[in-house]
């Protein structure tokens, strides 16, 4: 069983910068492709960044693509997003999540992944 935990979510302005966090247990996170979804109220969860095991290859969202950043640290066991110029449309519960089974980093929809964090809010205020 894996675990999750997310933090580093708040309040922020428009146009601000956050970096959320989600560590991980187990001893196999390194093998694991690692994924960002957000979930804003009324709306269904929805893909946002995806993380190879090794962290060389990265897959966004439209709607992040040149202001989200995907990382990991495998040795922390810990995946990360950095935001940058957020909007308020950005505004949205953030959760991490594993795809164990390797199915790609392109299978953007949330079936496709096994563990979950309990997610941490992240608003942006106009």
């Known amino acids: 069983q894996v675990q999750l935990v997310e933090s580093g979510g708040g309040l922020v302005q428009a146009g601000g910068s956050l970096r959320l966090s989600c560590a991980a247990s187990g001893r196999t996170f390194s093998t694991y492709i690692m994924g960002w979804f957000r979930q804003a109220p009324g709306k269904e969860r929805e893909f946002v960044a995806a993380?190879?095991?090794?962290?060389?290859?990265?897959y966004y969202a439209d709607s992040v693509k040149g202001r989200f950043t995907i990382s990991r640290d495998n040795a922390k066991n810990t995946v990360y997003l950095q935001m940058n110029s957020l909007k308020p449309e950005d505004t949205a519960v953030y959760y991490c999540a594993i795809d164990r089974h390797g199915y790609g980093l392109g299978k953007t929809a949330s079936q496709w992944y096994d563990y979950w964090g309990q997610g941490t809010q992240v608003t942006v205020s106009s």
């Open positions: 993380i190879s095991w090794g962290g060389g290859s990265t």
